[in-house]
T-cell receptor
């Protein structure tokens, strides 16, 4: 049972345009969410987080939106740059529970110059 | 210079052998984790530890073992019971449920 889903395995975007990566979850107890960026043969790098008490969090070019009623979050990258080409993972956790996160399967973003 | 180190970067194992992957952190984090990544797949949790001398099984613990004798160290042993051990292994640490910081990974190949 996949509790965190990233239904788009890949996405191509033109440089300078907006990239939107989506993530859906099924467990309504999840209340803390993370986004990571990963290059091949490297460990993931933390990008941005959001708590369920918010519906938006911004950090520079990265913005995460959370829609609790739809159990959906999205990561917006504006403007997209070629260096953003990587695999992006979302992860979810129950903050009051264990420290365990459930990761999605990832979306490969390719930013075209 | 704080961070997480994993060694070795590449590891080759013959079938039937046990092998231990090292993970060390100097971030003073309480929790540590081991994940496995296979091509085209996400990160699957093998084991995690929230405090020293305590650890819990993740989703795919069969064929693996861990120890947490020190806060800084969380080695993972891939035993001969693991049927398909070839994969990319990632170690992470966190302070509580906050964001996890990952090491550079170890690629294990069974010959």
């Amino acid at each position: 049972d996949q509790q965190v889903k990233q239904n788009s395995p890949s996405l191509s975007v033109q440089e300078g345009r907006i990239s939107i990566l989506n993530c859906d979850y099924t467990n309504s107890m999840f209340d803390y969410f993370l986004w990571y960026k990963k290059y091949p043969a490297e460990g993931p790098t933390f990008l941005i987080s959001i708590s369920s008490i918010k519906d938006k969090n911004e950090d520079g070019r990265f913005t995460v939106f959370l829609n609790k009623s739809a159990k959906h979050l999205s990561l917006h990258i504006v403007p997209s740059q070629p260096g953003d080409s990587a695999v992006y993972f979302c992860a979810a956790s129950v903050a009051s529970g264990t420290y365990k996160y459930i990761f999605g399967t990832g979306t490969r973003l390719k930013v075209l110059a | 210079d704080g961070g997480i180190t994993q060694s070795p970067k590449y590891l080759f194992r013959k079938e039937g052998q046990n092998v231990t992957l090292s993970c060390e952190q100097n971030l003073n984090h309480d929790a540590m984790y081991w994940y496995r990544q296979d091509p085209g797949q996400g990160l699957r949790l093998i084991y995690y530890s929230q405090i020293v001398n305590d650890f819990q099984k993740g989703d795919i613990a069969e064929g693996y073992s861990v120890s947490r004798e020190k806060k800084e160290s969380f080695p993972l042993t891939v035993t001969s019971a693991q049927k398909n051990p070839t994969a990319f292994y990632l170690c992470a640490s966190s302070m509580g449920y906050n964001e996890q910081f990952f090491g550079p990974g170890t690629r294990l190949t069974v010959l």
